[in-house]
T-cell receptor, first 114, second 115 residues
Framework: QKEVEQNSGPLSVPEGAIASLNCTYS??????FFWYRQYSGKSPELIMF????GDKEDGRFTAQLNKASQYVSLLIRDSQPSDSATYLC??????????????FGQGTILTVHP | ETGVTQSPTHLIKTRGQQVTLRCSSQ?????VSWYQQALGQGPQFIFQ???????GRGNFPPRFSGLQFPNYSSELNVNALELDDSALYLC??????????????FGEGSRLTVL
Protein backbone atom coordinates (compact mmCIF):
# COMPACT_ATOMS: atom_id res chain seq x y z
CA GLN A 1 0.00 0.00 0.00
CA LYS A 2 1.31 3.40 -0.95
CA GLU A 3 1.75 5.87 1.89
CA VAL A 4 -0.32 8.53 0.14
CA GLU A 5 -2.81 7.64 -2.57
CA GLN A 6 -4.86 9.95 -4.70
CA ASN A 7 -7.92 9.19 -6.77
CA SER A 8 -6.93 7.99 -10.17
CA GLY A 9 -7.36 10.46 -12.95
CA PRO A 10 -7.48 12.18 -15.15
CA LEU A 11 -10.50 14.08 -13.91
CA SER A 12 -12.46 16.19 -16.38
CA VAL A 13 -15.14 18.68 -15.32
CA PRO A 14 -17.02 21.42 -17.20
CA GLU A 15 -16.33 25.06 -16.43
CA GLY A 16 -18.33 26.22 -13.42
CA ALA A 17 -18.67 22.76 -11.90
CA ILE A 18 -17.24 21.47 -8.61
CA ALA A 19 -14.07 19.40 -8.88
CA SER A 20 -13.48 16.89 -6.10
CA LEU A 21 -10.00 15.55 -5.44
CA ASN A 22 -9.43 12.82 -2.89
CA CYS A 23 -6.46 11.48 -0.97
CA THR A 24 -5.92 8.75 1.61
CA TYR A 25 -2.86 8.20 3.75
CA SER A 26 -1.58 5.22 5.69
CA UNK A 27 0.38 6.74 8.62
CA UNK A 28 -1.96 7.54 11.50
CA UNK A 29 0.76 9.74 12.99
CA UNK A 30 0.44 12.22 10.13
CA UNK A 31 -0.28 15.69 11.39
CA UNK A 32 -0.21 18.16 8.52
CA PHE A 33 -1.78 17.90 5.11
CA PHE A 34 -1.10 19.96 2.04
CA TRP A 35 -2.51 20.44 -1.42
CA TYR A 36 -0.17 21.62 -4.15
CA ARG A 37 -1.00 22.56 -7.71
CA GLN A 38 1.51 21.88 -10.46
CA TYR A 39 1.15 23.22 -13.96
CA SER A 40 2.84 21.28 -16.74
CA GLY A 41 6.58 21.91 -16.73
CA LYS A 42 6.41 23.99 -13.55
CA SER A 43 7.14 23.37 -9.89
CA PRO A 44 4.46 22.67 -7.26
CA GLU A 45 2.80 25.67 -5.63
CA LEU A 46 0.95 25.48 -2.33
CA ILE A 47 -2.82 25.93 -2.48
CA MET A 48 -3.86 25.05 1.05
CA PHE A 49 -2.84 23.25 4.19
CA UNK A 50 -4.99 21.78 6.93
CA UNK A 51 -4.12 20.44 10.36
CA UNK A 52 -7.44 19.89 12.12
CA UNK A 53 -10.42 17.69 11.37
CA GLY A 54 -13.17 19.43 9.46
CA ASP A 55 -13.29 21.91 6.64
CA LYS A 56 -11.05 24.82 5.77
CA GLU A 57 -12.13 27.27 3.11
CA ASP A 58 -10.03 29.71 1.09
CA GLY A 59 -11.85 31.38 -1.76
CA ARG A 60 -13.04 28.75 -4.22
CA PHE A 61 -11.04 26.03 -2.48
CA THR A 62 -12.16 23.89 0.45
CA ALA A 63 -9.95 21.31 2.11
CA GLN A 64 -11.60 18.60 4.20
CA LEU A 65 -9.80 16.39 6.70
CA ASN A 66 -11.01 13.27 8.46
CA LYS A 67 -8.20 11.78 10.55
CA ALA A 68 -10.29 8.84 11.74
CA SER A 69 -10.80 7.76 8.12
CA GLN A 70 -7.30 8.93 7.13
CA TYR A 71 -8.82 10.93 4.33
CA VAL A 72 -8.25 14.41 2.99
CA SER A 73 -9.96 16.07 0.06
CA LEU A 74 -9.92 19.26 -1.95
CA LEU A 75 -13.02 20.78 -3.49
CA ILE A 76 -12.73 23.43 -6.17
CA ARG A 77 -15.93 25.36 -6.70
CA ASP A 78 -16.78 27.24 -9.90
CA SER A 79 -13.93 25.49 -11.70
CA GLN A 80 -12.11 27.53 -14.33
CA PRO A 81 -9.98 26.41 -17.28
CA SER A 82 -7.01 27.98 -15.45
CA ASP A 83 -7.50 25.35 -12.72
CA SER A 84 -6.40 22.67 -15.20
CA ALA A 85 -3.26 21.21 -13.63
CA THR A 86 -1.96 18.28 -11.62
CA TYR A 87 -3.00 18.39 -7.97
CA LEU A 88 -0.66 16.84 -5.44
CA CYS A 89 -1.67 15.74 -1.97
CA UNK A 90 1.18 15.78 0.57
CA UNK A 91 1.42 14.61 4.15
CA UNK A 92 3.84 15.46 6.94
CA UNK A 93 4.40 13.23 9.92
CA UNK A 94 4.64 14.57 13.42
CA UNK A 95 7.74 14.70 15.51
CA UNK A 96 11.43 14.70 14.73
CA UNK A 97 13.24 17.43 12.92
CA UNK A 98 12.55 16.45 9.31
CA UNK A 99 10.97 19.82 8.71
CA UNK A 100 11.31 19.57 4.97
CA UNK A 101 9.98 16.06 4.49
CA UNK A 102 6.61 15.65 2.87
CA UNK A 103 5.25 12.44 1.41
CA PHE A 104 3.43 13.12 -1.84
CA GLY A 105 0.76 11.21 -3.68
CA GLN A 106 1.13 10.49 -7.35
CA GLY A 107 -1.04 13.43 -8.34
CA THR A 108 -4.40 13.78 -10.06
CA ILE A 109 -4.62 15.52 -13.42
CA LEU A 110 -7.59 17.88 -13.58
CA THR A 111 -8.91 19.27 -16.84
CA VAL A 112 -11.61 21.95 -16.81
CA HIS A 113 -13.19 22.27 -20.23
CA PRO A 114 -15.10 25.37 -21.39
CA GLU B 1 7.58 33.58 -7.10
CA THR B 2 8.88 31.78 -4.01
CA GLY B 3 12.33 33.33 -3.81
CA VAL B 4 13.93 29.89 -4.22
CA THR B 5 16.26 29.71 -7.19
CA GLN B 6 17.78 26.65 -8.80
CA SER B 7 20.45 26.14 -11.41
CA PRO B 8 20.87 24.90 -14.01
CA THR B 9 17.30 24.68 -15.30
CA HIS B 10 18.06 21.96 -17.82
CA LEU B 11 21.01 19.67 -18.37
CA ILE B 12 21.90 16.54 -20.26
CA LYS B 13 24.42 14.00 -18.99
CA THR B 14 25.51 10.54 -20.02
CA ARG B 15 25.36 7.43 -17.92
CA GLY B 16 28.20 7.18 -15.40
CA GLN B 17 28.82 10.92 -15.22
CA GLN B 18 28.40 13.11 -12.17
CA VAL B 19 26.15 16.14 -11.74
CA THR B 20 25.86 19.02 -9.26
CA LEU B 21 22.63 20.96 -8.86
CA ARG B 22 22.41 24.19 -6.90
CA CYS B 23 19.74 25.91 -4.86
CA SER B 24 19.42 29.25 -3.08
CA SER B 25 16.80 29.20 -0.37
CA GLN B 26 14.28 31.89 0.43
CA UNK B 27 15.57 34.64 2.69
CA UNK B 28 15.16 33.66 6.34
CA UNK B 29 14.79 29.94 5.65
CA UNK B 30 17.38 27.64 7.21
CA UNK B 31 16.13 24.30 5.89
CA VAL B 32 16.56 23.01 2.37
CA SER B 33 15.09 19.75 1.14
CA TRP B 34 15.56 18.05 -2.21
CA TYR B 35 13.01 16.05 -4.14
CA GLN B 36 13.12 13.92 -7.28
CA GLN B 37 10.06 13.95 -9.50
CA ALA B 38 9.93 11.40 -12.29
CA LEU B 39 7.55 12.00 -15.16
CA GLY B 40 3.95 11.39 -14.14
CA GLN B 41 4.82 10.86 -10.47
CA GLY B 42 4.69 12.92 -7.32
CA PRO B 43 7.91 14.32 -5.85
CA GLN B 44 9.96 11.90 -3.75
CA PHE B 45 11.97 13.12 -0.77
CA ILE B 46 15.72 12.68 -1.22
CA PHE B 47 17.09 14.42 1.87
CA GLN B 48 17.00 17.56 3.93
CA UNK B 49 19.65 19.91 5.28
CA UNK B 50 19.10 21.89 8.45
CA UNK B 51 21.78 24.21 9.77
CA UNK B 52 24.35 22.71 7.39
CA UNK B 53 23.79 19.08 8.40
CA UNK B 54 21.89 16.30 6.66
CA UNK B 55 18.83 15.81 8.79
CA GLY B 56 16.59 13.19 7.26
CA ARG B 57 16.97 11.04 4.18
CA GLY B 58 14.59 9.20 1.90
CA ASN B 59 15.10 5.91 0.13
CA PHE B 60 17.95 7.01 -2.11
CA PRO B 61 21.42 5.42 -2.44
CA PRO B 62 24.59 7.06 -1.13
CA ARG B 63 25.57 8.26 -4.60
CA PHE B 64 23.02 11.01 -3.90
CA SER B 65 24.76 13.45 -1.59
CA GLY B 66 24.52 17.08 -0.69
CA LEU B 67 25.83 20.09 1.11
CA GLN B 68 24.42 23.13 2.80
CA PHE B 69 26.47 26.29 3.13
CA PRO B 70 26.50 28.92 5.92
CA ASN B 71 24.17 31.13 3.85
CA TYR B 72 21.77 28.13 3.71
CA SER B 73 22.18 27.59 -0.02
CA SER B 74 22.58 23.97 -0.99
CA GLU B 75 23.96 21.54 -3.55
CA LEU B 76 22.75 18.13 -4.65
CA ASN B 77 25.40 15.83 -6.10
CA VAL B 78 24.65 12.64 -7.96
CA ASN B 79 27.49 10.29 -8.89
CA ALA B 80 27.55 7.43 -11.38
CA LEU B 81 24.41 8.63 -13.14
CA GLU B 82 21.90 6.02 -14.26
CA LEU B 83 19.17 6.32 -16.87
CA ASP B 84 16.52 6.22 -14.12
CA ASP B 85 18.00 9.39 -12.60
CA SER B 86 16.35 11.34 -15.41
CA ALA B 87 13.82 13.52 -13.59
CA LEU B 88 12.93 16.98 -12.37
CA TYR B 89 14.94 17.79 -9.24
CA LEU B 90 13.18 20.17 -6.93
CA CYS B 91 14.65 22.17 -4.11
CA UNK B 92 12.37 23.43 -1.36
CA UNK B 93 13.12 25.78 1.48
CA UNK B 94 11.39 26.16 4.81
CA UNK B 95 11.95 27.34 8.35
CA UNK B 96 13.15 24.70 10.75
CA UNK B 97 12.67 24.63 14.48
CA UNK B 98 9.65 25.73 16.47
CA UNK B 99 8.50 28.09 13.72
CA UNK B 100 8.14 25.30 11.19
CA UNK B 101 4.66 24.95 9.74
CA UNK B 102 5.45 22.23 7.23
CA UNK B 103 4.96 24.54 4.28
CA UNK B 104 7.54 24.12 1.56
CA UNK B 105 8.47 26.73 -1.00
CA PHE B 106 9.73 25.14 -4.21
CA GLY B 107 12.16 26.41 -6.77
CA GLU B 108 11.43 25.94 -10.46
CA GLY B 109 13.50 22.78 -10.61
CA SER B 110 16.40 21.37 -12.59
CA ARG B 111 15.44 18.95 -15.33
CA LEU B 112 18.09 16.28 -15.73
CA THR B 113 18.21 13.97 -18.72
CA VAL B 114 20.60 11.02 -18.60
CA LEU B 115 21.42 9.41 -21.94
Amino acid sequence: QKEVEQNSGPLSVPEGAIASLNCTYSDRGSQSFFWYRQYSGKSPELIMFIYSNGDKEDGRFTAQLNKASQYVSLLIRDSQPSDSATYLCAVRNAGGTSYGKLTFGQGTILTVHP
Amino acid sequence: ETGVTQSPTHLIKTRGQQVTLRCSSQSGHNTVSWYQQALGQGPQFIFQYYREEENGRGNFPPRFSGLQFPNYSSELNVNALELDDSALYLCASSTGGAQNTGELFFGEGSRLTVL
